[in-house]
């Protein structure tokens, strides 16, 4: 459990906003491992937090807003944003920086459990699942699609329809999620496979659409 420190005699640690908010964050996808969604109240995030609930709520207005930043950090581990000299390389370079993890991230176990508990709690919490799908699966999409209309806009490529052919990508270079889901790969097998897919994948998809040879 997490608990503020303490930085002399009777006086806590006071923690900055960005440091209040990853202690929540931590502490609810421990709580969502722990018990999954249904579990994972605002009250039960608190107590693991070592905070109330008062607290909780000055940093994150919602539940659903807590779970729209989990969906988020997880989007920021799985790709890595650009610079401005990554946008002046080719596009096959550009997706393959946008699409490698940063460290071995997909061993990971916390986007398979957050999927379980999704499709779980699908029915009753449809909100969490709108903020899952925007937060993830749609930020993937649109960053995907970026980079598809910039290199159609330098004329590197002509695709008449880029989010169709974002969402093709993003299927291409990930494996199937419902194999995933009921037989779930050796987590060091799956980050050594990766690579090799995800380089097959964007010279297929490049090469169908005769942006590369």
């Given at each position: 459990?997490?608990?503020?420190?303490?930085?002399?005699?009777?006086?806590?640690?006071?923690?900055?906003?960005?440091?209040?908010?990853?202690?929540?964050?931590?502490?609810?996808?421990?709580?969502?491992?722990?018990?999954?969604?249904?579990?994972?109240?605002?009250?039960?995030?608190?107590?693991?937090?070592?905070?109330?609930?008062?607290?909780?709520?000055?940093?994150?207005?919602?539940?659903?807003?807590?779970?729209?930043?989990?969906?988020?950090?997880?989007?920021n581990m799985f790709t890595?944003?650009?610079?401005?000299?990554?946008?002046?390389?080719?596009?096959?370079?550009?997706?393959?920086?946008?699409?490698?993890?940063?460290?071995?991230?997909?061993?990971?176990?916390?986007?398979?459990?957050i999927l379980r508990a999704?499709?779980?709690?699908?029915?009753?919490?449809?909100?969490?699942?709108?903020?899952?799908?925007?937060?993830?699966?749609?930020?993937?999409?649109?960053?995907?699609?970026?980079?598809?209309?910039?290199?159609?806009?330098?004329?590197?490529?002509?695709?008449?329809?880029?989010?169709?052919?974002?969402?093709?990508?993003?299927?291409?270079?990930?494996?199937?999620?419902?194999?995933?889901?009921?037989?779930?790969?050796?987590?060091?097998?799956?980050?050594?496979?990766?690579?090799?897919?995800?380089?097959?994948?964007?010279?297929?998809?490049?090469?169908?659409?005769?942006?590369?040879?």
């Amino acid at each position: 459990m997490c608990r503020n420190s303490r930085r002399g005699p009777g006086r806590p640690r006071q923690f900055d906003s960005s440091e209040r908010e990853a202690i929540i964050i931590d502490a609810a996808e421990r709580v969502i491992l722990a018990q999954g969604l249904a579990g994972a109240s605002m009250a039960a995030i608190a107590h693991e937090a070592g905070m109330s609930k008062r607290t909780l709520y000055e940093v994150f207005e919602s539940r659903s807003a807590l779970f729209a930043m989990i969906i988020r950090r997880m989007h920021n581990m799985f790709t890595r944003p650009l610079t401005d000299t990554d946008l002046e390389k080719p596009l096959d370079q550009r997706l393959r920086l946008l699409l490698t993890p940063p460290g071995e991230k997909l061993c990971d176990p916390m986007p398979l459990a957050i999927l379980r508990a999704i499709i779980t709690e699908a029915e009753r919490q449809p909100d969490l699942v709108h903020e899952f799908l925007q937060e993830g699966p749609y930020a993937l999409y649109a960053m995907i699609r970026a980079e598809l209309d910039r290199s159609v806009a330098r004329g590197e490529i002509r695709i008449s329809d880029t989010e169709a052919a974002a969402r093709l990508l993003a299927d291409m270079a990930h494996e199937s999620v419902l194999e995933h889901l009921v037989a779930p790969q050796n987590d060091c097998e799956r980050q050594d496979a990766y690579p090799r897919r995800l380089e097959l994948a964007i010279r297929v998809f490049l090469g169908g659409i005769g942006a590369i040879d």
